[in-house]
């Protein structure tokens, strides 16, 4: 990709007017000191970082949730916390893990702070609507805290009916209320991707030269912006119902709770993608980088990311085949299952494709996407597992489900977002990590994740439900247990170190330079950090992805735009 850039000075443009004697424009983390000017900011940059401070707190409160979970469960009897702490904690862990943490993680922390890189542009297209969506999330975040202080909640993170509506002694609305207003934090960020994906791309930059997490992101924002009010209408019925008892999904006021779960999943499954779908595209990314090759089958790639999005809008009954429905239904819910299978299979061969006969550097970025690509496999193959009728029947609502989840969910979404920090932590902070131990935290993160999880496939197929937490010293689970509380522990000191070396790198870290993993792509062509107006001259994209390069001074008048 080619740049040929004109200069501007920010001029005139009210959302950036500042005092000169404290702001530095050449680099956002020094334009303004004060707290107010990071509260108050509209630069898409400094509101990733917001995000991460945000979302790294739910990351680690969500963990704490889940390591009481495991202590739990060393031993068969209850002999830690009670039965409804226990529904407690597990509900909560899911609440904060789903709805604060995976679902926003890479949309809102890279995607804010790449997307307007990426494409050449200065600042999103709605920057006072992107700061209104961090506000959002931390609102939301307030209610679901306040209900955990209070007493917590315990529906499990679906909000099943009748738990939901039933239950008065718990505090459902406020959580409720929490996700309902994080909900518009999401839509918000996912109008705002495409927006400005579709409207201020760099001139020549056509859809198929953008870098594929482009792609990823505008088909998650697509997700977010069609299925998340759908699950935003089932938690204010869920309200309604309980507040001024109208019969929705309470059979005893005429109305039916499956229908509760019709329009939970229509979005949770598609949330699914929302959560995976950017991990493809940070992994399509590092892998172009470190193996110094141009992605094999790029289109297919990309067109593979609206795909998943289309037709995971299709596939929400096979969370449903024990409730009764049609066979038929179940049938077509199935082979729509398997379907969908399908644009994921194609990233998996093309990322390995490309790894071929590449010169791969096992950089620390690298390592975590040879994670990534090796437990998503596996939570998508075993996901084929429960989307046939029969194995479904038999593990549904078992500790098999549990592993699948986090198999595709942790295994797969997270370890892509830890590869984006540490590929782009340079870009945002201009000083590198250290790389031992970098190399150090996916290696445990690895282990840690296989010991935790693969146990507990053994579990589900041999009967040990979810959400229980006593179980039969006869069954044989308890030394399964017991190496899953042995890998969380080393999960957790995986994901705790990174934590540390970044907070030590930002402050005393080697400097990075502007490009110290010789990646291509426009937000390589900036500064480290980038300056407040992200570029100093506007680029021209001039070839395709992955193959950039800057050549010019000058670009004709009338070719591009530089107001945000």
């Known amino acids: 990709m080619s740049t040929n850039v004109q200069p501007h000075n920010g001029g005139g443009n009210p959302l950036y007017t500042a005092n000169p004697d404290v702001v530095d424009m050449s680099n956002y983390l020094r334009a303004g000191h ?143 209320l929490g996700i309902f207003i994080m909900g518009f934090s999401s839509i918000l960020t996912g109008l705002n991707f495409v927006v400005t994906i579709h409207r201020m791309r760099a001139p020549g930059m056509t859809w198929f030269r953008m870098p594929l997490f482009l792609w990823a992101m505008y088909a998650t924002s697509i997700i977010q912006i069609l299925g998340t009010p759908v699950v935003g209408i089932a938690i204010l019925l869920v309200g309604v119902e309980r507040i001024l008892g109208v019969g929705v999904f309470n059979p005893d006021l005429g109305g039916d709770p499956i229908l509760f779960q019709h329009l939970f999943w229509f979005y949770s499954h598609p949330a699914v993608y929302i959560m995976i779908l950017p991990g493809m595209g940070v992994v399509s990314e590092v892998i172009t980088c470190f193996s110094r090759k141009q992605i094999f089958g790029y289109p297919f790639i990309a067109v593979s990311s609206l795909l998943i999005a289309f037709v ?154 979810r959400h229980y937490h006593t179980y039969p010293d006869e069954a044989g689970y308890q030394i399964l247990h017991v190496l899953s509380t042995a890998g969380a522990t080393v999960l957790g000191a995986g ?30 062509e900036t500064t480290s950090p980038p300056p407040v107006f992200n570029f100093e001259k506007t680029p021209i994209v001039t070839e395709p992805a992955y193959n950039y390069s800057v050549h010019g001074d000058e670009v004709s008048e009338g070719s591009h735009v530089v107001a945000p």
């Open 34 to 176: 004060t707290l107010r000017s990071w509260l108050l900011t509209v630069d898409h940059k400094r509101i990733g970082l917001l995000y991460l401070i945000s979302i790294t707190f739910m990351f680690f409160l969500g963990g704490i949730f889940a390591g009481l979970i495991r202590l739990e469960l060393m031993t068969p009897e209850g002999d830690l916390v009670s039965s409804s702490t226990y529904n407690k904690l597990f509900t909560m862990h899911g609440i904060v893990m789903v709805f604060f943490f995976l679902i926003p993680s890479i949309p809102a922390v890279l995607g804010n702070f790449l997307v307007p890189l990426m494409i050449g542009a200065r600042d999103m297209a709605f920057p006072r609507l992107n700061l209104m969506s961090w506000y959002v999330y931390i609102i939301g975040a307030i209610f679901t805290m306040y209900a955990i202080v209070a007493g917590g909640v315990d529906t499990t993170w679906r909000f099943y009916t009748p738990y939901s509506t039933s239950f008065a002694n718990t505090h459902v609305m406020m959580t409720a």
């Open 312 to 465: 995971g809008f299709f596939v929400w009954g096979h969370h449903m085949f024990v409730t009764g429905q049609s066979p038929y239904a179940g049938l077509i819910f199935s082979a729509l299952s398997f379907l969908v299978a399908i644009p994921s299979a194609i990233k998996v061969f093309n990322w390995t494709a490309t790894l071929y006969r590449g010169s791969v550097t096992f950089s620390t970025p690298m390592l975590y996407v040879f994670g990534f690509i090796g437990l998503f496999t596996i939570g998508g193959l075993t996901g084929l597992m429960l989307a046939t009728l029969g194995i479904d029947m038999h593990v549904h609502d078992t500790y098999f489900v549990v592993a699948h989840f986090h198999y595709v969910m942790v295994g797969g979404m997270l370890l892509a977002y830890m590869a984006a920090l540490h590929f782009w932590w340079p870009k945002m902070t201009g000083r590198m990590y250290p790389e031992g131990w970098g190399r150090l935290s996916a290696l445990m993160v690895f282990m840690g994740f296989h010991l935790t999880f693969f146990p507990q496939f053994i579990l589900g197929y041999l009967g040990m439900p």
């Open 495 to 524: 994901f705790l170190l990174p934590a540390i070396y970044f907070a030590w790198s930002f402050f005393y870290g080697k400097p990075a330079g502007d490009n110290p993993w010789l990646a291509k792509g426009l937000e390589w």
